[in-house]
């Protein structure tokens, strides 16, 4: 069985900065690529980074420059630095990693979420 559980969220002032982790466990032969989403309350679910396994990342247009996501495939983690946050990053932050389990499965996990609140 797989698992994945964030880490690091928190309350914040504008400005400041946190560092969220993923972090896999289980049955796990591979992971690929892993991605960040939020959703803040009453909008839809946006990405917000995503990382490959050879390291190649993509960013959301709003945390381009902010946000750096990195991963350690040893560890089997995968963490989002986030600085000079902004009122308007408050969300839950989940993760998401297509997994390849010792069984030969591949899918999608998700973990639960972790609060990230920036106040003004």
Do not use: H
Not at 19 to 30: F, K, N, T, V
Request: glycine residues 10%; proline residues 2%.
């Amino acid at each position: 069985q797989v698992r994945l559980e964030e880490s690091g969220g928190g309350l914040v002032q504008a400005g400041g900065s946190l560092r969220l982790s993923c972090a896999a466990s289980g049955s796990i032969s591979r992971i690929d690529a892993t991605t960040w989403y939020r959703q803040a309350p009453g909008k839809p679910r946006e990405l917000v980074a995503t990382i490959t396994r050879g390291g190649t990342t993509n960013y959301a247009d709003s945390v381009k420059g902010r946000f750096t996501i990195s991963r350690d495939n040893a560890k089997n983690t995968v963490s989002l630095q986030m600085n000079s946050l902004k009122p308007g990053d408050t969300a839950v932050y989940y993760c998401n990693s297509r997994i390849m389990t010792m069984n030969f499965v591949d899918d999608d996990y998700w973990g639960r979420g972790t609060q990230v609140t920036v106040s003004s």
